[in-house]
């Protein structure tokens, strides 16, 4: 396997403009060959610049308190327009590749099996990308990735931060380290961090990639190798995909035993450690450094108590500590276990919760005295792959459900399973329990098509904010819109005020996911009027995430932060707004764009000074 490989993008063709904003083309648009410069390489399309650093090695420096870890990039590789200024890393230029201790057999294996790749990606090109694996589309704009940046002290502030947002708010992001040399979807890119630190009303920012296995095997590489879980998966291609990566596993050119996955989803502090965390892998410890930096321990098995993948949000339980997760597995049975670790990170046995097939299980919810965990229709068929499909497969012939069952079981036996048809929701809110009508009520946000962010559709995706009513005595299922058909809007990605999590909570901040995919703004919603109260993050301005940090005994009483960006002047901010008034308390203008992103948390300044 060479130590260096020429990123290709190659022919797809481009249907229609899959974002609202984007620009139609008259004629296919086509992905070519890079050309190689004085500079750097570049191809033209029609979306906007992308930045893949092709080499990043860390180099260790110590202090006294931390140690940081500092990947620098080699090459940048730009798809060019005229829109975006040119981002440049500050980072030196200096390393390679690292060499690789190969034997006679292993090198002679390498030059093959890149051969078969080579003729892989020569027989891929010939054919169109759907818009859901299409890099042009999933990673174009402000979806692009960015290089790592150093702790960056006394940002400028327009206003004035609030005297309790002492501590570090951090959310995680894909972030591709190389250019796709495939198919890829926006959920493939590797786990990137960015953290605002907050001092006595001043600021810092930082973004550092999370180094998971699958990172540094690739960094050391200098080239992408494992694949793509949803953008490169599909049909006999994808099939050929995992063979290759298997036989270079065979020959020990690469290594999948520990850990295959991105960690690019969810953040949790819990037990003094930083999780950071996607399903399909392990956690893995993140420690903030007293300058606000980022750095990574390692993959996290909770001392050894851990052994299967876990869910990439997990639920922490705001009176008793405990920490509520699940784990899935879509080869083997059991496709579905529930676990849950107290406040000293204590784990309890595992739970085999019975399931036919394997489902896509994002999130899940706690109430006072259980866990929710939907079964719903998005579900995994491996076998899909052979007939030339994806396995990710909208299930039209099974009936979603509900599974209640309490948080200190020992077994499923218990556990009631409640009809709920017609129901997906990638991310559920909140729930609790309603005694006095014996219900449990769960908050979601229901979309239709259920697979749209995972295969291409024609029909326009919709996610509808709704109550659901589990009936524990009846058996029985409602469903309501909490918002008006008038005021429908798409909301996704938010949360309640998590020193509620699990109880009875009247308001949920949520992401105004419009126009789709990108995030316009929030809504505080009244869960029980379904009254909507909105917030813009300005012209031409989007964000992601609006992350709830409460401030005192009222449920509303509050800050919301936000990571936004601004395409017309092409920067990002940290924006920070009252929660009770919905106004602007404090904008923090940053050194770097900040890419459109996933799911974040808040660390309090006490509870920092406990890190592990």
């Known amino acids: 396997m060479p130590s260096s490989a020429s990123n290709t993008w190659f022919n797809a063709t481009l249907p229609s403009p899959p974002f609202k904003d984007l620009p139609s083309t008259s004629s296919p648009t ?70 690789q201790k190969w034997n006679f057999l292993q090198k002679a294996a390498a030059t093959a099996l890149d051969l078969v790749e080579t003729a892989l990606v020569s027989h891929e090109r010939k054919h169109p990308l759907p818009k859901t694996a299409d890099p042009r589309v999933q990673i174009a704009g402000n979806f692009a990735p960015v290089p790592e940046h150093a702790a960056d ?79 490169e998966l599909h049909g006999h291609s994808g ?98 276990k529930y676990f849950r670790f107290s406040p000293d990170g204590v784990k309890s046995p595992d739970v085999e919760i019975p399931l036919k097939e394997p489902t896509m299980m994002h999130d899940f919810a706690i109430t006072e005295n259980f866990v929710v965990v939907p079964d719903q229709q998005v579900v995994f068929k491996l076998t899909e792959m052979i007939t030339g499909g994806s396995p990710v497969v909208y299930d039209k012939n099974k009936t979603s459900r509900f599974g209640i069952l309490h948080k200190n079981a020992k077994d499923a036996n218990a556990m009631r399973w409640i009809d709920a048809p017609d129901c997906f929701c990638f991310h559920l809110w909140n729930a609790w329990e309603e005694p006095e009508t014996e219900e449990v009520v769960v908050i979601g946000s229901c979309m239709t098509p259920a697979d749209s ?21 009846t058996g029985k299922s409602t469903r309501r819109p909490i918002i008006s058909d008038a005021e429908q809007v798409n909301l996704e990605a938010g949360m309640v005020n998590r020193n509620k999590l699990g109880r009875k909570t009247q308001f949920a901040y949520l992401a105004l996911a419009e126009p789709w995919p990108k995030v316009s703004g929030f809504a505080k919603v009244d869960l029980l ?68 992103g996933f799911h974040g948390t808040f660390i309090h300044s006490k509870d920092l000074r406990k890190q592990a």
Not at 456 to 463: A, I, Q, V
């Open 30 to 99: 086509n992905l070519l060959p890079l050309r190689k410069t004085s500079s750097s390489n570049t191809i033209t399309c029609s979306l906007q610049t992308l930045h893949f650093p092709k080499q990043y090695q860390p180099t260790s420096t110590s202090t006294s308190t931390a140690t940081t870890t500092t990947p620098t990039p080699i090459k940048t590789t730009t798809i060019t327009t005229t829109t975006p200024p040119r981002e440049t890393n500050p980072l030196s230029d200096t390393n390679q590749p690292l060499p």
């Open 239 to 336: 099939i050929a995909r995992l063979l290759l990566f298997y036989a270079r596993g065979l020959f020990g050119l690469v290594d999948g035993s520990q850990g295959m996955g991105v960690a690019n989803a969810g953040l949790v502090y819990f037990n003094n450690h930083l999780l950071a965390m996607s399903e399909d892998d392990l956690p893995y410890h993140v420690r903030i450094t007293p300058n606000g930096d980022l750095t990574t321990v390692g993959r996290y098995d909770f001392n050894g108590q851990l052994n299967s993948t876990m869910i990439a949000h997990p639920k922490l339980d705001p009176v008793d500590g405990d920490l509520h997760a699940l784990s899935y597995d879509v080869i083997q049975k059991p496709y579905l």
């Open 153 to 231: 002290q006394g940002l400028p502030v327009v206003g004035k931060i609030p005297k309790c947002i002492d501590g570090v708010y951090v959310r995680n992001g894909a972030n591709p380290l190389y250019e796709p040399v495939a198919g890829h979807h926006f959920f493939d890119g590797d786990g990137m961090v960015h953290a605002v630190k907050f001092t006595n009303g001043a600021a810092s920012y930082a973004c550092r990639f999370t180094e998971t296995q699958r990172l540094s095997q690739e960094k050391s590489l200098g080239r992408p190798v494992f694949p793509k879980a949803i953008g």
């Open 529 to 596: 009027s379904g009254e909507v109260k909105k917030y813009m993050y300005g012209e031409e301005k989007f964000g992601g995430e609006p992350l709830f940090l409460p401030n005192g005994q009222k449920e509303d009483d509050g800050y919301i932060l936000a990571f936004v960006h601004d395409e017309k002047e092409w920067k990002s901010e940290l924006q920070i707004v009252n929660a009770q008034n919905l106004k602007l308390e404090a904008s923090i203008k940053l050194p770097s764009r900040v890419p459109y």
């Open 453 to 473: 962010i995972f295969n291409e559709c024609e029909e326009s995706l919709k996610s509808v904010l709704s109550e659901i009513r589990l009936n524990l005595r």
